[in-house]
């Protein structure tokens, strides 16, 4: 009996539990809530009417944030379920909003009755404290009564209102910008507040680690609609800091030195290293040495106690202070890190909503979000290794969001001026500001800071004198730093490992960690030539100049990001090994373009390789080509980012096989290891067997196969129009392959093997089965299709033409190789000629002398053709 007790006591509620399954179901398949219109609209009705304890409200909430994330029409639903109410429904934007409110007064003004509550409000008001922002300088502090004595927010109420907030981000995320811009005005009206400003306020407060996270969250949801919105945001959170870090800083009272910084360190720091306390008239010898020591030990553990109790009492102050402290400490201890996930990913969509603009975190080139960047940089992505995490799925997803927000500084990077790129510091003003007094932050005679001015005491121009981010990382990049250094080791786990852990429960969060490095890479590739150019002309710049500083002089010895990969072949080998990854195309499609980079910059680049790493890269690279261009797209518009990411690759392979061919080098190249030549010896003496082994070759002889002129010519009549096509193209792709044949046909060092197998392709086949032979005769007897749209239409023509172009040249090659040599005696007949030679003759006649083809004769007039035996022969040699 006791134990079905216990039992009883821990099970799952069966509503909470089947809103569980429900939310869980939707989430995956987004699609069925509108299949279950007929049942869900009523589910939801009663539901939302009956009296709920904290886990069964929490869970109908949590559906209603399911159905909402499932599309824009889910969200109107639930919106619209939400804005008018049913009377007697439990499940109200009332509940939320006067929790809301109501926590952010008893913060700001104490009290444990609302009598008390009202008191203090009064008292405030009367002190000249006000609410909310724009308070002046020596007012009383709003935020003291916060940290005046222990504040605790029951467990019930940070359940729910986390339950609101991710309801309100999940609405505002599905909608769109205009539609959600108007839901916020209505709920602005409707209660008469400012919703932003509020979340904004709470966040500030000792609220728990995961009400804060859903804060960001709801933060990042307001933001991410539009770049001004984002813009607004940001300034709201950099004002908010300001309140809290400026006016009263120091609500516990403590004594810690003037000046504004949350640690009130900055004055204590300036002139004397003793705080002014040091020694008089040069007084010397051991005991004033002694003695200075002493005092300077003394007043060190002053300082560090003053900024101990100030960061305590400030420690949720500030979104760069709490976030470091709490995960520093407070969340190290618990080891989950909510808070500075859901900071970090709000940072994110702040970015990647104003890269475009430079405005908001991204003003300045991101030299107004330097502080976050060094937070997730150094205690964020820098700790990955050492630190201790609950759950692996929440470590791999934090440092993809931090390697995901080192893309976008670097993109921000990219974007800057050259005059201002690898220059110190900025102007501090807002392009995306419409109103000049906001770079005031409403506060005259203060800098605007970024909303992390934890360190101000530290550096007191976190982010006015401070490099770009993206110039930070760049120059760790380019000199093996610590941060490229953790990204190329999250991507030596290799995708080995990674398809082995993909079953597991942290395994999408590896493989999108995975991802993120890689297009990191991918974007500082992008760019590392022209940095490292810059920074040693800056270099030099600055050794000549008058105002040396000391870091510019490292630009000098700085590499550039293939010359630092390949310093360790095996690491450089993983990361091009994800080419052979199978599950998501992303993958491979941002390896073969590290592929492309490498491969065209070092020379020897195969010869560097390890032995057992070529072969999976052959194959790799052969699989995505043949997914390219062999398997049909998806008909599903799902799956239509997957095969542009397929497509993608495949012409990023084709890419890398003919910029290679080409290059003017001794070492074997990229494209003779991806063709099957032998790379550990002689390519000239090379033997090529497509059919025998997998490799980039077998894809392409495949595809000529199974796409000759005249069906690659006829796509558009088979049903396969161009927003159906692949990147690499049904007809494109097929004029790419033959290019390439031609192309090992007429390089000196491939000629003999590629001759030596165009004669025999397929092995042992007789001369009427030969592929050559068969595809010119369908290149002379195809014509170019129809131009009916003059977009696609135009392209396909052009792709058609080229790809009978190079046919009719491959075929000119291979009979000059094989008939017999200019002065010996003559061939009396057809059948006296090589095999190869004589079949591509007997076909070239059969069209010259046929009159109703649509070949040769078919485009001159007939009376002008010469047709003696051997005229198609010397046809072909003038192609």
Not at 551 to 567: E, K, N, P, Y
């Amino acid at each position: 009996s006791s134990s079905r007790e216990e039992e009883d006591a821990v099970r799952e509620a069966p509503l909470t539990a089947l809103c569980g399954l429900l939310s869980e179901v939707y989430g995956q398949a987004p699609d069925l809530p509108a299949v279950a219109s007929d049942v869900l609209p009523g589910f939801l009705d009663a539901v939302v009417e009956w009296e709920h304890s904290v886990e069964s409200l929490v869970g109908v909430v949590g559906l209603m944030a399911a159905v909402a994330s499932t599309g824009v029409d889910g969200a109107r639903q639930i919106w619209r379920r939400m804005q008018h109410p049913s009377a007697g429904v439990s499940v109200t934007w009332d509940s939320f909003i006067s929790a809301l409110v109501g926590y952010n007064r008893r913060f700001q003004f104490g009290g444990d009755t609302p009598q008390e509550l009202e008191e203090n409000e009064r008292r405030a008001r009367e002190a000249g404290g006000g609410v909310g922002y724009g308070h002046s300088v020596g007012a009383v502090n709003p935020y003291a009564a916060a940290f005046s004595r222990e504040r605790e927010m029951p467990e019930a109420d940070v359940q729910g209102l986390s339950a609101y907030l991710g309801l309100l981000s999940a609405l505002l995320e599905a909608a769109p910008a205009a539609e959600a811009s108007s839901w916020t005005q209505w709920l602005e009206g409707r209660y008469g507040f400012a919703l932003l400003d509020n979340l904004v306020v709470l966040l500030g407060f000792p609220v728990p680690a995961k009400l804060k996270s859903s804060i960001l969250d709801a933060i990042a949801a307001f933001g991410g609609g539009s770049p001004t919105a984002a813009a607004d945001a940001w300034r709201r959170l950099e004002q908010s800091a300001l309140d809290r870090g400026v006016v009263g800083s120091n609500p516990a009272g403590v004594d810690v030195g003037g000046g504004f910084s949350p640690y009130g360190l900055q004055n204590s720091l300036s002139g004397s290293p003793y705080g002014g306390n040091g020694l008089v008239n040069g007084a010397g010898g051991y005991g004033a040495a002694a003695a200075a020591r002493q005092q300077h030990s003394y007043h060190q553990q002053q300082l560090r106690d003053a900024a101990r109790a100030a960061t305590l009492s400030n420690q949720l102050c500030v979104p760069g202070s709490d976030a470091n402290y709490e995960f520093m400490r407070g969340e190290a201890r618990s080891r989950t890190y909510p808070h500075a996930h859901s900071y970090v990913k709000t940072v994110n969509a702040l970015l990647a909503a104003t890269v475009a603009t430079g405005s908001g975190p991204s003003a300045g080139a991101g030299r107004a979000s330097v502080t976050a960047f060094r937070f997730v940089r150094d205690s964020v992505f820098g700790n990955l290794a050492r630190r201790q995490h609950r759950s692996a799925t929440e470590r791999w997803e934090l440092a993809r969001s931090a390697v995901e927000h080192f893309r976008l500084q670097l993109e921000l990077f990219n974007r800057a001026p050259d005059e201002t790129r690898y220059t110190r510091g900025w102007n501090g003003v807002d392009p995306g500001t419409s109103d000049p007094g906001l770079n005031d932050v409403f506060h005259p005679g203060i800098e605007p800071r970024s909303p992390l001015f934890a360190d101000r005491a530290v550096t007191d121009s976190a982010s006015l004198d401070a490099y770009a981010p993206g110039r930070d990382l760049m120059v760790d990049f380019l000199s093996d730093g610590v941060t490229f250094r953790g990204v190329l080791a999250v991507l030596s786990v290799g995708h080995e490992f990674l398809t082995a852990e993909r079953t597991q429960a942290h395994g999408e969060a590896l493989e999108g960690c995975v991802l993120a490095c890689l297009e990191c890479v991918v974007t500082a590739l992008a760019m590392d030539k022209r940095c490292a150019d810059a920074m040693r002309e800056f270099a030099v710049d600055q050794s000549n100049g008058p105002a040396f500083e000391p870091d510019a002089s490292l630009g000098a010895f700085h590499s550039t990001i293939d010359q630092v990969i390949m310093r360790d072949a095996s690491q450089c080998a993983a990361v091009l090994g994800y080419v052979s990854y199978r599950f998501n195309p992303a993958l491979p499609l941002a390896a073969v373009r590290i592929l492309s980079e490498l491969s065209g910059r070092v020379e020897r680049l195969v010869d560097l390789l390890p032995r057992a790493s070529r072969r999976g890269l052959v194959e790799g690279c052969a699989s995505v080509l043949e997914l390219a261009v062999l398997s049909p797209p998806s008909d599903d518009p799902d799956d239509a980012a997957a095969d542009e990411q397929i497509s993608s690759a495949g012409a990023s392979v084709l890419d890398v096989l003919l910029d290679c061919l080409g290059a003017d080098s001794a070492s074997p190249s990229m494209t003779h290891l991806l063709l099957g030549f032998d790379v550990g010896g002689e390519v000239a003496n090379s033997r090529l067997d497509p059919f025998g082994e997998f490799n980039c070759l077998t894809v392409l002889l495949e595809l000529m196969e199974s796409t000759p002129p005249s069906v690659a010519a006829g796509k558009q009549s088979l049903g396969l129009g161009a927003n159906q096509e692949r990147g690499a193209g049904h007809c494109e792709a097929p004029e790419t392959a033959a290019r390439l044949v031609f192309e090992l046909a007429a390089n000196e060092r491939t000629r003999g093997p590629a001759i030596e197998l165009l004669q025999s392709w397929p092995p042992g086949a007789p001369a009427p089965a030969q592929r050559l032979p068969l595809l010119l005769s369908d290149a002379l007897a195809t014509s170019p299709p129809a131009e009916i749209e003059p977009g696609s239409a135009g392209s396909r023509r052009a792709a058609s033409a080229h790809y009978r172009s190079w046919i009719m040249r491959t075929a000119a090659l291979v009979l000059d190789a094989t008939a017999p040599p200019f002065g010996s005696f003559p061939a009396a007949s057809v059948d006296d000629l090589p095999p190869i030679a004589g079949e591509l003759t007997r076909n070239i006649l059969s069209l010259g002398l046929d009159g109703d083809g649509e070949g040769v004769t078919s485009n001159a007039n007939a009376s002008d053709v010469e047709r003696p035996r051997m005229a198609a022969l010397e046809l072909l040699a003038t192609l």
